[in-house]
């Protein structure tokens, strides 16, 4: 039986939930529902080598972690569609130019300059922090809904021909051949 979202697909609603604000440290690839994760931060931080992806179409999945939503708060709903119906990786510097991470460093000044924005927001009154997050956040709908909505999304693509090819040439490194079924 069907018992709904991963544990995976539940971290983005929670970081959401957590009080104190959330930072990200992209330092590598946040594809699929990485990139859920990272977009379910508060602030996004990523290394120069830093590459974003909402590859779900790739695999014949739709997005997940709530990235149908988030997406496109942060970018615009043109380039959310673009992401997601291409499922193409972007660079770091894409990603700065787009909105979908607030500053790109040097990989080995990611951890620091992370710490760094940490210690100044919390040099803040922890109460008005709080309290900020929380109207920040009220401007999204439910995200556990939205995530629920993406999972039974999801049940109408699971198992067909198509996502099948998809994970087959993903595993022998080639093109997929899709039919649509």
């Known amino acids: 039986p069907d018992e709904g979202p991963s544990i995976t697909m539940r971290l983005a609603p929670h970081l959401r939930e957590i009080p104190q604000p959330i930072i990200a440290a992209v330092n590598g ?3 699929g529902a990485g990139l859920g994760i990272a977009l379910s931060c ?5 290394s120069e080598s830093a590459r974003f ?14 990235v ?3 997406l496109g708060a942060l970018v615009g709903p043109g380039i959310a ?14 990603a700065l130019q787009k909105g979908l991470v607030n500053r790109v460093v040097p990989a080995d000044e990611l ?7 940490a210690l100044e927001i919390a040099a803040n009154p922890p109460l008005a922090v709080k309290a900020t997050k929380a109207l920040l956040n009220s401007h999204y709908p439910d995200l556990n ?9 999801n049940d109408l693509v699971n198992g067909t021909s198509d996502q099948m090819e998809a994970i087959q040439a ?10 649509g079924s």
């Open 29 to 31: 690839v946040a594809a």
């Open 42 to 46: 508060d602030i996004r931080i990523a």
């Open 53 to 66: 992806s909402s590859v779900f179409v790739k695999r014949s999945l739709v997005p997940d972690a709530g």
């Open 68 to 70: 149908s939503e988030i």
């Open 81 to 94: 569609a673009e992401m997601t119906y291409t499922g193409r990786v972007y660079d770091a510097s894409w």
């Open 111 to 117: 951890l620091a300059q992370a710490e760094s924005l």
């Open 145 to 153: 809904q939205v995530i629920e909505t993406e999972h039974r999304a």
């Open 170 to 179: 993903f595993l022998e490194k080639r093109d997929p051949k899709f039919i």
